[in-house]
C-alpha cells in the first residue's frame, strides 16, 4: 500500500510580483502538479492525499476547473484515487469551489471531505482509512484535527489529514486552525498525520 501526500499546490495563484511572467508560472505549476500525479501512478500509489489548499482561490476560472477534471480522470484511467481535504484559500463555504464543481458527483476516484464534524473514508482495496473534516473558513482559531476517538475503521492502515498550523512557537499566528502538539501526541492507532500549510518540508519532531 502506497500513497503520495501533498499539499499547497494552490493552482491559479496570482504571483502578483512576477509581473508580465505570472501567467507563465501558472501554467508551469499545472504542468509541475500534472508531474506529481504522473510519479504517483510511476511509483504505484493507490492514492494521491492532498490536505488543503489545492486551488488558491475559491473562485478558479473555468480552465483551471476544467485542468482539474482532466486529471481526475488520469488519475481514474490509472487506477488511483484522490482524496481532497478543504483548506484555507479552497476552504468549504457555501459558493466555493467544491460546492459549486461537486467533482466528487461527477468522479467515483475523488473523494472530498464534507462534514463539519469530521468523517472517514475507507479504501477497502488499500486496506487503509482517512481521517479528516474540511475547513469550513479561510481562518479560525479551532484545530483542524477530526475527533477520531468517535469514528471508527476496520482497516489496518488509518491516517489523520489536516489543513493547518503547528504551534511551534514563534511561527504559528493562532487563527489559521492551529494544532497543539498534544493533539498529535494524543492520537491512537494513527499511523501516519497528514498536514498542510506551510510552504515547506520540515522536521518538527523536536517539538
Known amino acids: 500500500m502506497k500513497i503520495l501526500h501533498t499539499a499547497d499546490v494552490q493552482l491559479g495563484a496570482q504571483f502578483k510580483t512576477l509581473g508580465d511572467k505570472a501567467q507563465i508560472q501558472r501554467e508551469q505549476l499545472k504542468k509541475t502538479f500534472h508531474k506529481v500525479l504522473e510519479t504517483a501512478v510511476k511509483e504505484g500509489a493507490g492514492l494521491v492525499l492532498v490536505a488543503g489548499d489545492l486551488f ?7 480552465d483551471l476547473v476544467e485542468f482539474i477534471r482532466g486529471e481526475i480522470s488520469f488519475l481514474g484511467e490509472n487506477g488511483v484515487e484522490l482524496c481532497v481535504v478543504p483548506g484555507h484559500h479552497d476552504c468549504l463555504d457555501e ?36 481521517f479528516a473534516k474540511p475547513n469550513m473558513a479561510s481562518t479560525s482559531t479551532k484545530s483542524p484535527f477530526p475527533n477520531t476517538g468517535s469514528l471508527t475503521s476496520r482497516m ?25 502538539y498534544g493533539e498529535i501526541i ?6 501516519y498525520v497528514a498536514l498542510g500549510h506551510w510552504h515547506s518540508m520540515q522536521d518538527c519532531s523536536e517539538y
Open 56 to 62: 488558491d482561490s475559491n473562485h478558479p476560472s473555468h
Open 95 to 130: 459558493h466555493g469551489v467544491y460546492n459549486r464543481e461537486r467533482f466528487d458527483d461527477q468522479f467515483d476516484n475523488i473523494f472530498i471531505f464534507r462534514n463539519p464534524e469530521g468523517e472517514v473514508k475507507d479504501y477497502e482495496s488499500l486496506g487503509l482509512a482517512v
Open 156 to 180: 489496518k492502515y488509518k491516517v489523520v489529514a489536516a489543513h493547518g498550523e503547528l504551534k511551534v512557537p514563534g511561527k504559528f499566528k493562532g487563527d489559521y486552525h492551529p494544532i497543539d
Open 186 to 191: 494524543g492520537l491512537q492507532n494513527i499511523d
